[in-house]
């Protein structure tokens, strides 16, 4: 399989070199023009038909992605990115992930995988210390940080987690309007777990290491109850917790920020160690099999 690493870095730098007016087409058409087959999968188009319309532009900054127009704040942290080499630092990560799957006979449903690593808004991703990533479209995947010395040495953690929302989802259907708590715990909890598998515990992420054990424990029973709901806005009530339930208008659950993450990973290992069952075994796996056999909801 064919890796393409996006140069953002290149892009950045041309980018907050030019008039602020002309950076917004800059970013769609340059930046994002490649990844335009993802976009469309998830009805984003570069440009809307209508002015201040839901294009990319504002996916981006709901996603928190950098405000193109902050060229101080974007080139301090590109400037971080470029002396911790974190491009190179993605380049191999992805590379150890492709050659973990192809030995565990796993593939991805696509040509070529395309990786852009991009600059995040500090302010927007605060509760997840300041990196996130988008890996749902098989063949793309995009990360997006405020660099800092926590999500730093987190890259290829973050890499690895969206690398397998790009395996899974070659095996096994995601639909907006019937998913699952249950399925996207399963689905949640296997790309944490792929991550530690390749990179370990030290690297796992906030949304499963924030949780004590008497946070956890409740998250686990109320996540019990509500295993079958289905629909997006539903599920993101207990995906994302409290915090981001407020923030994106839906009723909270009365759960802490990213509950159904860390719920999701623990039953993933629950499962993988009580029956011995290897990351890549448990990627083919139906969400039923895992939940059902790795007794975190039968306590």
């Known amino acids: 399989m064919n890796l393409v690493m996006e140069k953002t870095f290149e892009q950045y730098e041309k980018l907050f070199s030019m008039e602020e007016q002309k950076r917004e087409d800059e970013f769609r058409y340059t930046m994002m023009k490649p990844f335009e087959n993802m976009w469309n999968a998830i009805q984003v188009p570069l440009k809307a038909k209508e002015s201040n319309g839901y294009d990319v532009m504002m996916a981006v900054k709901m996603l928190g992605y950098l405000d193109v127009r902050d060229a101080e704040t974007g080139l301090k942290a590109l400037q971080k990115l470029q002396k911790s080499h ?9 590379r150890q992930c492709m050659r973990f799957a192809e030995r565990g006979q796993l593939r991805i449903n696509a040509d070529e995988i395309r990786f852009g690593l991009y600059i995040a808004d500090p302010k927007r991703l605060q509760l997840q210390k300041g990196y996130c990533g988008f890996g749902g479209i098989p ?11 926590y999500n730093l040495p987190r890259i290829p953690s973050i890499i690895a987690h969206e690398f397998h929302h790009n395996l899974r989802f070659s095996y096994a259907d995601f639909h907006h309007g019937s998913v699952s708590v249950g399925d996207y715990l399963v689905i949640e909890g296997l790309a944490e777990s792929f991550a530690k598998e390749l990179f370990g515990e030290e690297q796992l992420g906030p949304w499963v290491t924030r949780f ?14 509500v295993l079958d709901v289905k629909g997006f806005s539903e599920v993101s009530r ?15 659950a009365g759960l802490s ?23 890549n075994e448990a990627t083919l796996l139906d969400t039923e099999t895992v939940l059902s056999q790795c007794g975190l909801f039968s306590k």
Do not use: R
Not at 139 to 149: L, R, T
């Open 139 to 149: 063949g793309f995947i995009h990360v997006w940080i405020d660099p800092n010395s």
């Open 86 to 94: 974190a491009a190179e630092t993605a380049a191999s990560a992805l």
């Open 257 to 279: 920020a990213f509950a159904g993450y860390a719920v999701g990973y623990h039953a993933v290992q629950s499962f993988m160690d009580k029956h011995q069952v290897t990351i």
């Open 212 to 225: 004590d054990q008497e946070d956890l424990q409740y998250s686990i029973e109320v996540i019990h109850e």
């Open 238 to 252: 207990y995906m994302f917790g409290d915090p981001i339930a407020k923030e994106q208008g839906f009723e909270p």
